[in-house]
């Protein structure tokens, strides 16, 4: 069976960071594409960072320039470096990875931004 968990969340101030792990387990395949996706309350579950495995990356709008997504070579690991947040940065932050006709999500990690 395949699980991804995620850990790292928790609750920091205003242009702190933290960095959220993913880690994949029963699955030997590698995912062609791994991506951190986020849903706050009252709003839909909306892409953070992706990185395909070839390496390249891709970020919405609302984060580029303060988080990084980094991928273990050919691997199914995971992990989102978040810099200067911001409380609209708070949400529940999950881990995805897809394959042809698969697609996996772990059960997410809160990370609450507040003073």
């Known amino acids: 069976q395949v699980q991804l968990v995620e850990s790292g969340g928790g609750l920091v101030q205003p242009g702190g960071s933290l960095r959220l792990s993913c880690v994949t387990s029963?699955?030997?395949?590698?995912?062609?594409?791994m991506g951190w996706y986020r849903q706050a309350p009252g709003k839909q579950r909306e892409l953070v960072a992706s990185?395909?495995?070839?390496?390249?990356?891709n970020y919405a709008d609302s984060v580029k320039g303060r988080f990084t997504i980094f991928r273990d070579v050919g691997g199914n690991t995971m992990a989102l470096q978040m810099n200067s947040l911001k409380p609209e940065d708070t949400a529940v932050y999950y881990c995805?990875?897809?394959?042809?006709?698969?697609?996996?999500w772990g059960r997410g990690t809160q990370v609450t931004v507040s003073s």
């Open positions: 995805r990875g897809r394959l042809p006709g698969e697609d996996f």
């Open positions: 029963g699955r030997s395949s590698t995912f062609y594409t």
């Open positions: 990185i395909n495995s070839y390496g390249s990356t």
